[in-house]
């Protein structure tokens, strides 16, 4: 079965072939980071005209890389949601459009389901029962995943996102959106020790995640380091210490430390409350290095292994979309005939 998989929920289009005997034949990712750098954060009514732009192309430009053509195709998945509403419905309308004129089914997919089972594209896959972390910059989620579609949400986040954290205080410190990344980067310089931020939510049972109070902290020492917090970048004032860009990447260096300490610590929580010794991380923050090392210790300590997808299909993309919609198409059928697009929607 080949189904061509439609990614479009934020500023990133999405597009891919997979085949469920011959795996994944082809792939475009066209990023918006340009679009929307200048404004510090995703535009939603840009990220829509631009998957408007973009997609059309890259179906095209997946069908020539893989030399396939519409009559091999067996279904279509489009990213349902969760997501930016107008950037859904560009996906939603142009996978259902093109499904219809072809003649095959459109699967709708749940945006973070893709992510889930992003690792399913490597060549070392986890077996079911596993725990997914999920870290993104929508959705901090701990999921015990029983089967294709059987998911139980075991903890999430009471209010940010672990990338949004790290977006924002990578705001706080002036680096360019998207911050993740360039916090991570800047981390690298930072010096251990010299500040320390909290853990939240780690003093008492279960697994839910906080983050918004360590962007908080991260402020409050920027602040009281005389560098000042002004419009969406912080810049320097003349006050401002000599040696303020190693003040900032100790300050990345700590933060960066606590989200991933408190992330390990739910995870090993979610390890002994189950019994499940499979872990499988992913979402956009699966690509740090440092939570991939901290991880990958606790899971050896547990005599357990952990999996993630490569770094491209870390961040959002076609493939996992067409993966998963593959496997649903596989277990469920095509009872789907509805053009979907659910901004806000649970797993
Ligand atoms: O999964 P994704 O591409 O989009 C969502 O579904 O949200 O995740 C994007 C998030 C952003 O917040 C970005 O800053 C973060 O993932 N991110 C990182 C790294 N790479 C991406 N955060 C920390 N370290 C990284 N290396
Ligand atoms: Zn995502």
Request: aromatic content about 6%; charged content about 20%.
């Amino acid at each position: 079965m080949l189904i061509l998989g439609i990614e479009s929920s934020c500023d990133e289009t999405g597009i891919a072939l997979f085949d469920t005997n011959r795996g994944l034949l082809a792939h475009e990712i066209y990023s918006q980071i340009d679009v929307h750098a200048d404004y510090g954060g995703v535009v939603p009514e840009l990220a829509s005209r631009d998957h408007v732009r973009k997609t059309i192309p890259l179906i095209k430009q997946v069908m020539v890389d893989a030399n396939v053509s519409k009559d091999e195709i067996n279904g279509i998945a489009y990213t349902s949601g969760p997501g930016l509403v107008g950037a859904l419905m560009v996906g939603a309308c142009i996978g259902r459009s093109l499904a219809f004129a072809w003649g095959i089914p459109a699967v709708p997919v749940h945006h973070m389901e893709g992510h889930l089972l992003a690792p399913m594209l490597e060549d070392d896959t986890p077996e079911f029962p596993f725990i997914a972390l999920l870290v993104s910059g929508g959705h901090t989620q701990l999921v015990e995943v029983k089967a294709i579609g059987d998911y139980q949400i075991l903890g999430e986040s009471i209010d940010d996102a672990a990338g949004e954290a790290f977006d924002k205080t990578a705001k706080l410190l002036g680096l360019d959106y998207p911050g993740g990344p360039m916090l991570a980067k800047l981390a690298e310089s930072g010096t251990p020790g010299v500040y320390k931020f909290p853990r939240p939510m780690t003093d008492r049972p279960g697994l839910d995640f906080s983050f918004s109070g360590l962007k908080t902290a991260a402020a409050n020492v920027i602040r009281s380091e005389g560098i000042v917090l002004a419009g969406s970048k912080s810049t320097q004032n003349e006050n401002a210490p000599e040696n303020v860009d190693q003040i900032k990447a100790d300050i990345a260096y700590a933060f960066q430390e606590a989200v991933v300490d408190t992330i390990a610590i739910k995870c090993r929580r979610a390890v002994e409350q189950t019994g499940i010794k499979t872990l499988v991380i992913a979402g956009g923050v699966s690509a740090n290095t440092e939570l991939r090392g901290k991880l990958a210790k606790l899971m050896k300590k547990h005599k357990g292994q952990v999996y993630y997808p490569r770094h491209e299909f870390c961040t959002d993309n076609g493939a996992m979309i067409a993966y998963a919609g593959a496997q649903r198409l596989k277990k469920y059928g095509n009872n789907e005939l509805l053009i979907k697009a659910r901004p806000r929607w649970s797993i």
